[in-house]
């Protein structure tokens, strides 16, 4: 059972920047892939960028070339770099890792990103 808990999220203004952080349980090395979702209030959960362990990066159209996701593999934690945030960003953000054996998925507990001015 991999734990995941995500941190880093708040209110920002459109414009600005926030970066999420999820930190593992154990070696994110062990994992498939990583990645973030968000779900905004009446809307189904959707993703926004995901990582490989081989280091290959996917996102959503809706957030290229404003949004980075990253990995430390000493510090088991996985990062999401959000720049030009706008209020349509507003949403939780959750921390998913898929596992190699069965494709197994773990979630974090979710962290709230709103962008408000």
């Known amino acids: 059972q991999v734990q995941l808990v995500e941190s880093g999220g708040g209110l920002v203004q459109p414009g600005g920047s926030l970066t999420l952080s999820c930190a593992a349980s154990?070696?994110?090395?062990?994992?498939?892939?990583m990645g973030w979702y968000r779900q905004a209030p009446g809307n189904q959960r959707e993703l926004v960028a995901t990582?490989?362990?081989?280091?290959?990066?996917n996102y959503a159209d809706s957030v290229k070339g404003r949004f980075t996701i990253s990995r430390d593999n000493a510090k088991n934690t996985v990062y999401l770099q959000m720049n030009s945030l706008k209020p349509e960003d507003t949403a939780v953000y959750y921390c998913?890792?898929?596992?190699?054996?069965?494709?197994?998925?773990?979630w974090g507990q979710g962290t709230q990103v709103t962008v408000s001015s």
């Open positions: 998913n890792a898929v596992a190699f054996i069965y494709n197994t998925q773990f």
């Open positions: 154990e070696s994110i090395r062990s994992l498939r892939a």
């Open positions: 990582i490989t362990s081989g280091g290959a990066t």
